[in-house]
Every structure is written in C-alpha cells, then in structure tokens.
C-alpha cells in the first residue's frame, strides 16, 4: 500500500463533523477491498466486520472519520455568512479560502480579512462568532444557495515536505484512517487470523466522540485498540508528553486505557523492532478510546498515536513512516491475541 497516496486521497475528502457522508464513497470502496461486509450507519460512521468463527475473540481496529470545520449560523444582510467553529483554531482562520458545503452543491468563499493598513489593532485574532465568510453574492443570492446549517471546510493543499513528511489538513485523524487501512493491508495474506475484526471509522469525534460511543456498543468488541493523532515536538511547544515526528507511534498508558494492552503493545514494539514511544497521560486522552473503553460492559482498549505538528489548523504536519509504524503495531496485535 502507498501510504502517502492514500493518505492524500483521504485529506482530500469532505467530511467536517455532521457531514462525514461527504467522506464515504471514497473510504466504504477502500474499506471494501479488504473487509467484505461494510455499511455506513445512520449516524454517520463507518463500520466493517470480517469472517469467521464467533468464538474467536473480536478486536476493533479504530480512527475518526471526521475532521474539524465551521457550521453556517447566519446569512448578514450584505451576503456574508457568519459560522461557529466546531474544532478549528481562530488564529489560522483569517483570509483562509474556504469551500461551503450547501447539500450536493459547494461555494467556494474567503474569509473576510481588514487590510492591514486599515487595522487599528492587529495584536488579538477575532473569536470564530466574529468573522464572516464573503461568497461573493448578495445576501438574496447567497440565501438562494446556502442554507443554515451548512458546513464549512478551510481548504488547503497537501503538500510532500522533505523525506517521508507531509503537511495538510485533515490528517487529524485521516492519518488515523490510513493507519488502519495499512494494518488491514499487512493482514490480507495472513490465512487465518486468531480473531474477527472489526474496523470502525468513526463520525464526531471532535464534537464530543459521538459515533465512536454508539457504535462500539453495537459492536461489542472483546479488545479494541484506537489509533488518533498527539502532539508532536516543534517550536513553542512546551508539552511533556509530545512526541517527535519519525520516531514511532506513541504507545499510550492512561488510567481510562487497558494497562494490560499498553503493556502488550510494548513487548510487540520491542520484539518486532517496531520504533515506538511512550505517551503518558493522567486521567482521559481526549480520543475515542475513552468512549470505546466504558461502551456496554466495558472493552479492553488501547491508544496509538501518530505524532503530529499543528494540530487543527490547516497546516498540520505528520511523517508517513510513524503511520506506517502504527499500522505493523495493529496488525501485529491483532496477530498475537
């Protein structure tokens, strides 16, 4: 599997939080070629199941599907659109070029910027309620085409840095998405597997782990390891826990996580040569494997993260090796039950 053409397909995508169906056609087909019983639910996610023997233990392979945007609250009476953030940062949003999601259409739009020679203060960046998206129409055009409720997507490119590093938007958590996509790649030969599998692309992780929680009910999994994005190192960031990019998947240990599958997913880094990091965390991890962990009567669960620059602007930074760490750790789990 090529990674970083995978992975730039899937930053491509649609798919803000409420909206993942923008994002299904294109991952239900790549799901499909390795796991033959796939749906995307009412809800938004995507769920698929392999074959085999129902005594086998069931391990849930997880990433979200969704990914960060703004959501259109009102049409002003000059035509702009004015939003409310669901995830994004507001420092970035400024002059960003953005496409409006209006049903089976799209508009293309900027965000309307003062001129710097006009501005009195430049020092502060305005609250997402504060700015306003300019569509180029009058507020009768625009409210022909637009409707509340619409989503908004900061548009951006993806661009190859040097070596095995990327830059985009969306690679929270679609890195995520290819991790497991990789996993299920390195299994396809394997004749049989010990368990079942179960894969889950999960939808509004970043508006509250929504989908993850009503899904990995229905699915009931004895094991699950979830696979996301953490901090990595860069400048200004002054965070303990961060990761560096190019050094492994971070191995997460928290007290909502399976310390026996954390302790697991070390040994196989470590017997597996597989380069790997320790993330530490003292209550939750703000991922779905929270959700996951407490569904029905409780799942065995482990985090994986991909180490990642910039999260949640359109900038974010990720190195193609560490997703492809993460998904040898996956399907050497999966392998090793």
């Known amino acids: 599997m090529d990674i970083p053409k995978i992975l730039e397909q899937l930053c491509g995508l649609g798919g803000a939080s409420g909206g993942e169906e923008k994002a299904h056609e294109?991952?239900?087909?790549?799901?499909?070629?390795?796991?033959?019983?796939?749906?995307?639910?009412?809800?938004?996610?995507?769920?698929?199941?392999?074959?085999?023997?129902?005594?086998?233990p069931l391990v849930l392979l997880e990433a979200h599907l969704d990914r960060i945007g703004m959501i259109v609250t009102k049409i002003d009476e000059d035509g702009f659109l004015k939003v409310s953030g669901m995830g994004?940062?507001?420092?970035?949003?400024?002059?960003?070029?953005?496409?409006?999601?209006?049903?089976?259409?799209t508009?293309?739009?900027?965000?309307?910027?003062?001129?710097?020679?006009?501005?009195?203060?430049?020092?502060?960046?305005?609250?997402?309620?504060?700015?306003?998206?300019?569509?180029?129409?009058?507020?009768?055009?625009?409210e022909q085409i637009v409707s509340l409720g619409d989503l908004v997507l900061i548009d951006g490119r993806f661009s190859r840095l040097r070596?095995?590093?990327?830059?985009?938007?969306?690679?929270?958590?679609?890195?995520?998405?290819?991790?497991?996509?990789?996993?299920?790649?390195?299994?396809?030969?394997?004749?049989?597997?010990p368990v079942r599998l179960a894969v889950l692309f999960a939808a509004q992780e970043e508006v509250?782990?929504?989908?993850?929680?009503?899904?990995?009910?229905?699915?009931?999994?004895?094991?699950?390891?979830a696979v996301d994005v953490s901090f990595a190192q860069s400048k200004g960031v002054d965070y303990p826990q961060a990761g560096e990019l190019g050094k492994g998947a971070m191995i997460g240990i928290a007290p909502s996580l399976s310390r026996e599958i954390s302790q697991k997913?070390?040994?196989?880094?470590?017997?597996?040569?597989?380069?790997?990091?320790?993330?530490?965390m003292s209550g939750t991890t703000g991922t779905?494997?929270?959700?996951?962990?407490?569904?029905?009567?409780?799942?065995?669960?482990?985090?994986?993260?991909?180490?990642?620059?910039?999260m949640h602007t359109p900038c974010e930074v990720v190195d193609t090796e560490d997703i492809k760490w993460a998904g040898m750790l996956m399907a050497e789990f999966v392998k090793s039950i």
């Open 26 to 56: 294109t991952v239900l087909k790549l799901l499909k070629s390795y796991i033959p019983n796939v749906k995307a639910d009412n809800f938004g996610n995507i769920t698929g199941f392999s074959e085999g023997d129902e005594k086998k």
């Open 88 to 105: 994004t940062d507001r420092r970035t949003l400024l002059a960003q070029s953005v496409t409006v999601y209006c049903g089976d259409k």
């Open 107 to 142: 508009v293309k739009g900027v965000i309307s910027t003062l001129p710097p020679h006009l501005s009195t203060d430049s020092s502060k960046a305005p609250k997402t309620e504060d700015i306003a998206v300019d569509v180029g129409m009058t507020k009768e055009k625009a």
């Open 163 to 193: 070596d095995t590093r990327v830059c985009s938007p969306a690679t929270d958590d679609r890195a995520g998405v290819c991790a497991v996509l990789y996993a299920l790649d390195l299994l396809k030969e394997e004749k049989e597997l």
């Open 208 to 225: 509250g782990c929504r989908g993850s929680k009503i899904a990995a009910f229905n699915i009931a999994p004895d094991y699950a390891v």
């Open 265 to 280: 997913l070390i040994k196989i880094a470590r017997d597996k040569e597989i380069p790997y990091q320790i993330e530490a």
């Open 288 to 310: 779905d494997a929270d959700s996951i962990t407490v569904a029905k009567g409780g799942v065995s669960t482990g985090l994986i993260s991909i180490p990642q620059r910039y």
